[in-house]
């Protein structure tokens, strides 16, 4: 007689694939899959309704953690360098959330002297704000123009004096 725990531990060696099920790669792995495959899934129309798809070889969980390996620091998250290719080794890195921000399909990109960069990376760049840089381009300034021209140092003008 046995009270089950030696039939767990006899099923839990039969069934075990890799140990990792609850970690956050594999956590990662699993998301990644659903959003691409599976219409119930609510980010379906922004991954896999738009054509993104999982390269064949991560059908594998020990495959895709052999290709990126662990998770630098729990600040990292899965990220596609190219946001319209697909889940593969080569297009897929661990990024802080910093860089998965700046690369959205809605960022706007400028290019000046042929060097490409969000805006808020212009904004950083030049030591002005997202803002300025917005407000030029919505009064109708020309790229050049908007990143070439420096921002004016701010001077009150009319405060009146006290006595």
Request: hydrophobic share 25%; net charge positive.
């Amino acid at each position: 007689m046995s009270c089950g725990c030696y039939r767990r531990k006899r099923m839990g060696g039969l069934t075990a694939r890799h140990g990792q099920s609850r970690t956050p790669e594999h956590q990662a792995w699993r998301a990644m899959r659903h959003r691409c495959m599976s219409p119930r899934n609510t980010n379906w129309l922004n991954y896999g309704g738009r054509g993104i798809t999982v390269c064949p070889e991560w059908t594998s969980f020990e495959r895709f953690y052999s290709d990126m390996g662990p998770r630098p620091s729990p600040q990292h998250s899965l990220d596609r360098r190219d946001n319209n290719g697909p889940y593969s080794p080569e297009n897929c890195r661990w990024v802080l959330a910093e860089t998965q921000m700046r690369n959205r399909r809605s960022n706007s990109l400028l290019t000046y002297n042929r060097v490409t960069h969000t805006i808020t990376e212009w904004a950083a760049r030049l030591a002005t704000t997202v803002p300025t840089i917005r407000g030029r381009l919505a009064r109708g300034w020309s790229i050049e123009d908007t990143l070439a021209t420096p921002v004016k140092a701010y001077k009150p003008r009319g405060r009146l004096k006290e006595p």
